[in-house]
């Protein structure tokens, strides 16, 4: 099933919500360490100036990067031509037959130690050949997440739509990439 998997090219995981003792979705807590990326970013149909995002009038080639403590920890794959892109927090390719499967080699996401009061920072762009045009910024305290899914509309500039997800290290193991 695995060598199915690295013949496709990629397996996606989805995102596992949790629920507190309440039943409100957990957040995050200080003094654990978490993958964070984002799942899903649906754009507007037309750059800040209200133009076509590309010159022959297709869809933004879609990336994003997250920073934290000043550092960027993270930089997607760029999604072509789309006005809505989807990550997944694993892909197993052909850049892992040679140097194995691990949970490091296949996990695609920011890995975060969550402090008091920590913030991580999201860039937007549109990924070309000569530059990348920005589509949005924002900052998100990492506390205000909930573990799994949390959605969030109209974060900022052309964006309409995120969806970021946070795991705690622990919940991601061997058996979970490998679904």
Known sequence: ALMAAVAAGILLLGEKPDAG???AP???????????????????????????????????DLAYEI?????TVYRSSTVSDALLARWSLAAIGLDNVSGGVSRESTVRAARIHV????E?????????????????KWTCK??????????????????????????????VNAGDLLK
């Not at 800040?48 to 022959?56: F, K, L, P």
């Not at 402090?115 to 920590?118: P, Q």
């Not at 959605?151 to 795991?167: E, F, K, N, S």
Request: proline content about 4%.
């Open 21 to 23: 003792a309440t039943g």
């Open 120 to 136: 991580v920072e999201i860039s937007v762009v549109d990924s070309d050949v000569t530059f990348d045009d920005p589509v949005a």
């Open 142 to 171: 990492v506390a205000s997440l909930d573990i799994g899914s949390t959605a969030l509309a109209l974060p900022a500039g052309r964006v309409r739509r995120a969806v970021i997800v946070l795991r705690p290290f622990e919940d």
């Open 115 to 118: 402090g008091e009061g920590e």
């Open 26 to 60: 957990a957040k995050a807590v200080a003094g654990r360490g978490y993958y964070l990326y984002l799942s899903e970013i649906e754009v507007e149909g037309t750059d800040a100036s209200g133009n076509s995002w590309d010159a022959r009038g297709g869809a933004p």
């Open 67 to 71: 920073r934290w403590r000043g550092a």
